[in-house]
């Protein structure tokens, strides 16, 4: 079994601790990872960043680094690079734009 860098682990657990209640409050959605249905729930913050908390109790923050709409380039927590589009129904697609991760969250 591969070991996780203390760094890694300490990063997730700040990330983890640090969403917001208003998030907590929200029902789950049916967002997906590469196809595979997770429930989650997502916050945008008013600086554009996006926090995703998946139901299986991992979250993630994603900073905006440039927008251009209906698309926006953000990096994760763990320095990935994902580019988010808008759809037209609100739904938005978060591509990883080295190894093609999409993750789906949709609007409601």
Not at 62 to 91: H, I
Request: glycine share 12%; charged share 15%.
């Amino acid at each position: 079994m591969p070991r996780s860098h203390p760094a890694v682990i300490g990063a997730l657990i700040g990330i983890v601790m640090g969403c917001t209640s208003r998030a907590a409050a929200e029902p789950w959605k049916a967002c997906a990872f590469n196809g595979q249905v997770i429930g989650c729930r997502d916050v945008d913050a008013a600086d554009g960043s996006l926090t995703i908390q998946w139901q299986d109790g991992l979250a993630m923050t994603y900073q905006l680094m440039g927008e251009a709409f209906p698309y926006a380039t953000l990096r994760d927590s763990l320095g990935g690079v994902w580019r988010r589009e808008v759809l037209v129904q609100g739904n938005a697609v978060l591509t990883h734009t080295a190894n093609g991760n999409r993750i789906v969250v949709p609007l409601r």
